[in-house]
């Protein structure tokens, strides 16, 4: 007998046919004697209707240093009803159930209201609960503040509740179930030959959400590793009598067969700035990153290069789409502090990425990139690596091309 | 400065002008510099969206023993919603406020979920955080079982917590706001000539609600009458800056000038059951009347005559049309064990009531009654009486012409 988490998200729990679709998964394991706790989402749509009431009843007066905190009262309880309904379907079922809010648990966390970090969860009366074989439903996304309100993780919170609660009842494995049956090779969309990967690290994962697959929320891997919580990622619309296998997120050591790249990664939402001819003094780059900082610009892949002028350097960064029109605004803003000549920007770029633990310990693998994307004519504009990651920065058009091309080049579209 | 509690329903805060314009009402009270709390209803529809979702999920397996818990966790969200708002809506004006949930208070209930009873409110945290100008936005219709779960007091409950509440913090005030201007002295549909009540007594406020005036929760005036709370209903649709006085519910000492008869009150949801030639034996009514109160059937206006035939007595009672059919079945069922010969019922009736505090010294008020209602050719089938009022049970579709006649009869149409 086992103690299980599950999750699942919005999608997984649109309305009350796939709650009892959610509801025929858990049974399964309920059935097989194991603990179960269910952690679930709000029912898909109704979050953003909560937000945009919010949004509609305006912020609260800066004075006040209330922001967010009434926001999370309202919020959280998308996620409320769907706890309630599911424990309603199971015990429909005849099985023993029951929903626990946050503050129930109690979860608690820090009080930074709209983006609390979880700080500590009380497992005595859950673990105690769901050995006697009671099903708990725990909304995700939300805990109770030092204040005794309710306070929400942030968006893909409920991955985070998920993960911190099997930590804290020491979980035998947290299955993640979502509207993808794993983590694949590539994006199927991109190239059929795509597969699904078996089993992945927790570095892996990590540097596969930081470049922009949309899995797992980087926050929930990070506690995954931390507390060693074995992650399935798994699909709620398989029938429950054919339950897929999904991708197990786990340590490096208990991956037996090693690849040396496991993933080859597109990131489309990324733009580029070139800032030309600023004065080859100490303090100017600073000045750049400080301001875009305090901007919260994200900002990756930076690139230092000598200007044609002597005594002048041009700097090039990549960051979000998104982030592209604030971060052109805040350099504007301090050309003359900086003294830089003229700015240039690029939506049209991709970054791509190949990832794999097994780039520590073999050689090789960057010049099996640069060499294939040669090949095939495609221009890099820049270059960033990690331990365990290769990023090129490449034209957004050819970025489909080479994701093929990359996937094949490492043999990752051979089944294994 | 006074402690002053406002009670808002759902149709009031239907939608996101309608909570602007109770914020406004709040901030009036607010400026006035009284300590504020305002407890809210969900935003109209959202209460029975909630329950058609539980609806969908099914009941609980009845060996769970679990009716309601889910249910109650689930639907209770509309209040935490609608609560949330009101505070944001005020804290964007620039007023403290804050929303507190039932389990905040704390708000203490029985453990019957779907109609729990408040067992005792801790008024210290609230009370110290209004008196120092923080609004206290308050989920109407719940609190804490003992078991820590979330509990609702069932349908109108939203009028229980604010009067209680107000018994609890003491508050000078209960002010009931609704989509009416006050109580009035008949149904304003019905005649022209009805008048708002400027002040009427608990007592008299009780019978109006069970004979079916829907101004206020029976339960909500007998706690109001328990804990001596003056209880003001008024109207949420009145602008701010002209604000109806509405009606006082308050002490019959505290009324001045009492009316013998304050209110002439219709209602059209009645019928009534006839049994047939019953036998003359003690226990036989006790059977019939014990087997109905088992299925849960409300029976009022109970008339026993002798029959035609010596040795069998005919019974005659009242119950909601709403009843009619269970009540019906019921009969049938015991039909052997009873022994009479015959049923009959009949939905075309109305029972018309006449209430005022002033009948407990004033003679006559009975006859006037009837002799109104023989001049006007109507023929009273029923009557029943208590200290402060009296009912008759005529054909349906004299009901309205009566209301009038008595309306008139009793100077009611007069302004004072």
Redesign the interface.
Same mark, same amino acid.
Do not use: F
């Given at each position: 007998m086992a103690r299980i988490v599950m999750k699942f998200g919005g999608t997984s729990v649109a309305n /009350?046919d796939r =709650?009892r679709a959610v509801a025929a998964i858990v049974r399964r394991e309920v059935d097989a004697g194991h603990s179960v706790a269910v952690v679930v989402s709000a029912m898909a749509g109704e979050t953003n209707r909560?937000i945009e009431?919010?949004e509609? #009843? @305006? &912020? &609260?007066?800066p #004075?006040?240093d209330?922001r967010y %905190?009434?926001?999370d009262? %309202?919020v959280s309880?998308g996620e $409320? %009803?769907t *706890? @309630? /309904?599911l424990?309603?379907?199971l $015990?429909? /079922? @005849?099985y !023993?159930a !029951? *929903?626990w $809010?946050g503050? $129930?648990i109690p979860l608690k966390t820090s009080s930074a209201h709209g983006r609390a970090r979880i700080s500590e969860i009380e497992d005595t009366m859950l673990g105690d609960a769901i050995d006697q074989g009671e099903v708990a439903v725990v909304s995700g996304f939300q805990g109770i503040s030092p204040q @005794? !309100? =309710?306070a929400t993780l942030g968006r893909g919170g409920s991955d985070t509740s998920a993960v911190a609660l099997a930590a804290a009842v020491k979980a035998d494995r947290c299955d993640i179930y979502t509207d993808v049956d794993g983590v694949y090779t590539t994006d199927p969309r991109i190239t059929k030959q795509a597969r699904r990967i078996d089993r992945i690290s927790y570095e892996e994962m990590l540097e596969m959400a930081s470049v922009g697959a949309k899995v797992l929320q980087t926050r929930s891997v990070e506690l995954a590793m931390a507390y060693k919580v074995p992650l399935r990622v798994l699909s709620s619309f398989d029938p429950p009598d054919a339950p897929g296998s999904g991708t197990l997120i786990c340590d490096e050591e208990d991956i037996v067969e090693q690849n040396i790249v496991t993933a080859v990664t597109p990131d489309l939402n990324e733009a580029t700035v070139t800032v030309h001819a600023i004065p080859d003094e100490p303090g100017r780059a600073a000045a750049i990153f400080t301001s875009l900082a305090d901007a919260g610009v994200n900002i990756d892949m930076i690139v230092q290069s000598a200007s044609r002028e002597p005594g002048f350097a041009n700097l090039s960064f990549t960051t979000k789409e998104a982030d592209l029109d604030r971060a052109v605004e805040v350099l504007n803003g301090v050309k003359s502090e900086v003294g830089f000549n003229a700015l240039q920007s690029d939506r049209n770029v991709a970054k791509i990425s190949v990832i794999g633990v097994g780039m520590k310990s073999h050689a090789g693998v960057a010049a099996t990139m640069f060499q294939t994307l040669a090949n095939k004519g495609i221009n890099i504009q820049n270059i960033s690596t990690s331990e365990i990651k290769i990023s090129v920065l490449i034209d957004s058009d050819a970025a489909e091309y080479a994701v093929r091309a990359l996937h094949e080049a490492y043999g990752l579209d051979k089944a294994k």
């Open positions: /009350l =709650i909560l009431l919010c509609e #009843a @305006g &912020p &609260p007066a #004075a006040l209330a %905190v009434e926001h009262a %309202v309880t $409320q %009803v *706890s @309630g /309904l424990a309603l379907v $015990q429909n /079922l @005849g !023993r !029951r *929903s $809010q503050w $129930q @005794g !309100r =309710i």
